[in-house]
């Protein structure tokens, strides 16, 4: 999983413990993700910040 975290970090995303949780009826922590990107649009929505989130 080693591989995995270095991958996720080296693209940008960032570990948000604060929002790990636990499987259903699982031993497992699942760990949160997160990447903030900014969107360059032209118009009355220029620069929307959003966040994604995913899990590892």
Not at 26 to 37: A, G, I, K, N, S
């Amino acid at each position: 999983m080693e591989r995995a975290h270095s991958l996720y970090e080296s693209l940008g995303f960032r570990r948000a413990p604060e929002r790990d949780w636990y499987a259903p009826g699982e031993d497992v922590l699942l760990w949160v993700v997160t990447l903030e990107v900014q969107i360059a649009l032209n118009g009355p929505h220029q620069g929307v910040q959003a966040e994604f989130s995913g899990l590892l």
